[in-house]
């Protein structure tokens, strides 16, 4: 994690991480202010913080109340050396806890994060830099020794040569990528979190046999998304990008709807029309990007090559965005090794999404067959000794697609977790389904998962597979764990070289009767492959282009943005939008907007609900405000100061709105409940001296909001490469 310090009046210091600050002082007699902890009162309460975090994680798993758990922490000195200090952490548990417990929660706190560090003893590396912005070396491992090598089945460079070459494209753009952790829970099975330090919403997950597979992974996933542009997703990209010579990249194209708002000529071809306009509803205002939201520049769209043919074809961004997601890109040593990848990526989600809405029971991959891969095994049986039952199975349905699956059950919840994972290699797709079910979880996260149903409407209901294709956590069919499988097993081998291998892929979907358009990224210095295959691979349903698009943003972005400078005719309707395009009350601001907020603010946490709430309150509607707020504190899930808020806000607008009743006769026990600052902000806020308590102002130019500031930075460093780059 990188973390920036500024130097403030006298000894304060000021450090900035993710979206947090930390302020620092020295005590006055040592000539500072005494405002703020010192830096090492910081570190000592990080160890008391980080040990009751481990206490509060056990007992939340075990539903042991922590109200009667005390914890303390004092540090010993060694008077001879001040350095060499003893941390004593005492804990005070109640008696009628079981020993079991007891022990347990000792155990907990032995798995304090800092107390490892601190005695595993970190290394501190100290050097000057001309530029603390531009040096941009990637936060990663250590150089490998010289001369070495390390090859694996599916990789057409070694280990090394591919994190080297993919950290130097990182050094290029300017960019700085960090580890903020490393998982390896299980034998063989390593897994990682990597994040862009200026920009954190940008971070990929890795995972692999070995750290270096592993790391490999992250960083093939980390350069994908940047040429796929998949980490400004919905995002808004600020008016000076909006209004740039283009907004994605340079060999884009602009359409213009027609005149009564028809698909304009040269977007998509008549197979994709027959798809996501069957029924002649979509319009071209649906296809509007929302990352521009220039209306008046019409519908940006980006060149792939249909593999049947060799045509190009046009395909808008929005809907691409839409549908689509991360599924079908891919980053490689070679531009056949990431079609492999990508191709696999798709079949996987392809098939996994068959079995699991046909609830089809898959054959077990036989123990004499397994036991051909000695490391998977050891991984699995790690897994049971934990005691959790994994099923190993075939998920090639009969030998036509190379995908295999392994299914971890969790006895102390009922809950189960279908891990898939897909190569022409039938040893590459078990590893990658074992190492997909522990990226980047602790045992106590496989407590979190679903347990199986026999509802089968719940099982294919459409967002059923779009939380399996987020984090598999979706529901699956009790059906799945019959013994008596749907088809035999079928020890399957699609490998080859990694151009047979794609072609073998390809070879699939053409079989299949699909269409496959591709679009090649190499600007960046790695292959990078998208692949759409319609009908195939989205992730969300075709009618969402028309009935639950992105775009939608652009209804009530820049008057969101402006609210505080709004009238009252105009925050009406932007009232009336909001209640016609019956979006959930319950979706955030940010998500609606495509703005990344400080989500430790109220902005960060405002919803639909909320927001109209404050606007019938600007408008004096305090009836239609009291119905909102006894709706929001039925289902509040914000932070507790921002509920007490409300609280005495339904409070005094049941005083106002009561004829009987004096406000004056309750000021001061509402004010002793709620304490005065809230009360005044709710009264202000009905009698219209405040609009919108709590949300600081903004506007189009994003003023005040660092986090999507931070987002739309690390966009102009690929735009500004894109721009270079276009002009050679």
């Known amino acids: 994690m990188e973390i920036k310090v500024n130097f403030l009046e006298n000894l304060r210091l000021e450090a900035k991480f993710d979206d947090f600050t930390v302020v620092t002082d020295q ?57 060499n200090q003893i941390f004593k952490i005492q804990v005070e548990l109640p008696e009628d806890l079981s020993d079991k417990d007891r022990q347990g929660i000792l155990r907990s706190i032995e798995r304090c994060t800092v107390k490892k560090v601190v005695q595993t003893g970190p290394e501190f590396q100290i050097e000057t830099v001309e530029n603390l ?28 040569q591919t994190i080297a070459n993919m950290t130097g494209i990182f050094e290029n753009l300017g960019m700085k990528v960090e580890i903020a952790s490393w998982r390896n829970i299980v034998p063989h099975v390593w897994s990682l979190h990597i994040r862009d330090a200026a920009s954190p919403m940008c971070f990929t997950n890795g995972k692999g046999s070995t750290k270096e597979s592993a790391l490999c992974s992250a960083l093939g996933e980390f350069i994908e998304r940047l040429s796929c542009n998949f980490f ?52 071209g205002s649906n296809l509007i990007d929302t990352n521009s939201g220039k209306t008046e520049r019409g519908i940006v769209s ?37 079609e492999v990848q990508c191709l696999s990526e798709i079949f996987e989600r392809a098939v996994k999404r068959e079995i699991i809405e046909q609830e089809i029971a898959l054959p077990d991959v036989p123990m004499e067959v397994l036991k051909k891969y000695p490391d998977i095994l050891e991984g699995v049986e790690a897994l049971e000794a934990q005691g959790f039952p994994v099923l190993v199975k075939d998920a090639s349905l009969g030998g036509r697609f190379p995908v295999a699956c392994v299914t971890l059950m969790n006895p102390k919840t009922g809950g189960v977790f279908a891990s898939f994972g897909a190569h022409p290699s039938f040893e590459v797709a078990l590893e990658r389904s074992l190492t997909e079910l522990m990226q980047g979880r602790s045992f106590e996260g496989l407590n979190d998962f679903m347990p199986p149903t026999f509802n089968s409407l719940a099982v294919t209901e459409p967002n059923n597979f779009v939380e399996h294709f987020i984090d598999s956590s979706g529901l699956v069919s009790w059906r799945f764990f019959s013994s008596k499988s749907d088809m035999e097993f079928c020890e399957w081998d699609f490998s080859g070289t990694t151009a047979e291998e794609a072609a073998c892929l390809f070879g699939m979907l053409e079989e299949m009767g699909k269409e496959v358009y591709v679009a090649v990224f190499e600007d960046l210095g790695a292959p990078v492959c998208r692949i759409l295959v319609p009908g195939y691979s989205e992730v969300y349903p075709v009618e969402d282009l028309v009935w639950d698009n992105t775009n939608k943003a652009l209804l009530f972005r820049e008057d969101i943005l402006n609210i505080h400078s709004l009238d009252d005719d105009q925050l009406a309707g932007l009232l009336e939008r909001l209640e016609e395009t019956q979006i959930d009350d319950h979706e955030d601001i940010i998500t609606l907007i495509g703005i990344e907020f400080d989500e430790n603010t109220v902005w960060g946490q405002l919803t639909i609900l909320e927001l109209k709430l404050l606007i019938n309150l600007a408008l004096g509607q305090l009836e239609d405000a009291l119905d909102r707020v006894q709706m929001f504190l039925q289902f509040n899930d914000n932070t507790v100061e921002r509920g007490l808020f409300f609280q005495a806000l339904n409070a005094v607008l049941e005083i106002a709105l009561d004829d009987e009743l004096e406000l004056e006769d309750y000021l001061y026990n509402l004010t002793r409940m709620f304490g005065e600052n809230t009360i005044s902000a709710v ?15 903004t506007n189009m130019q994003l003023e005040g909001l660092e986090k999507h500031q931070r987002l739309i930075e690390s966009y102009k460093k690929l735009h500004a490469h894109r721009a270079a780059n276009a002009t050679l």
């Open 683 to 697: 009264v202000d806020s009905i009698n219209g001296d405040e609009r919108f308590h709590g949300l600081t102002p």
């Open 302 to 338: 980006l060149p792939f090559v249909r593999q049947s043919d060799g045509e190009t074809v046009y395909f808008p961004s929005n809907l691409i965005e839409n549908l689509f997601l991360s599924n079908g890109m891919s980053a490689g040593n070679t531009l056949q090794e990431a």
């Open 232 to 283: 400004y997703n919905d995002q808004f990209f600020g008016e000076e990008i909006a209004n740039s010579e283009f907004v994605h990249y340079p060999n884009e194209k602009w359409f213009q709807p027609g005149p009564n708002d028809e698909l304009p000529d040269g977007i998509l071809d008549d197979h994709c029309l027959e798809i996501y306009n069957p029924d002649d509803e979509l319009c």
């Open 133 to 160: 912005d531009e040096d941009a070396q990637a936060l990663l491992m250590a150089e490998p020794a010289e001369g070495q090598s390390t090859w694996i089945e599916g990789k057409d460079l070694p280990l090394e």
């Open 27 to 83: 005590p006055i007699r040592y000539k500072g202010d005494g405002s703020a902890p010192s830096p090492f009162d910081y570190f000592l309460a990080s160890s008391a913080l980080c040990a009751a975090y481990f206490v509060r994680v056990y007992c939340k798993a075990r539903n042991i109340p922590t109200e009667n758990i005390r914890l303390s922490q004092n540090n010993i000195v060694d008077p001879e050396d001040r350095y």
